[in-house]
């Protein structure tokens, strides 16, 4: 299984800081998913909660599908 080079780290951080803002999603080149999140402010709430529960456990992947595994 190949692991994508983004850090952990970083998009946990991103995530928690400024996920209402969509910069985690940006990060990872999701860019459409970025727009829609930042629109919304962060689903809400929810997306932005969910998004840095996954990326704090490592579920997150980047644009190409490859997990985000390395701190």
Known sequence: MEVSPKSRLATTLLA?????????RFYLGQIGTGILKLITGGGFGIWWLID????????RK??????????
């Not at 840095?52 to 579920?59: D, E, L, R, T």
């Not at 980047?62 to 701190?71: A, P, T, V």
């Open 16 to 24: 928690w800081v400024l996920g209402g803002l969509a910069v985690d």
């Open 62 to 71: 980047d644009k190409h599908g490859l997990s985000i595994k390395n701190w």
């Open 52 to 59: 840095f529960i996954m990326a704090a456990c490592g579920s």
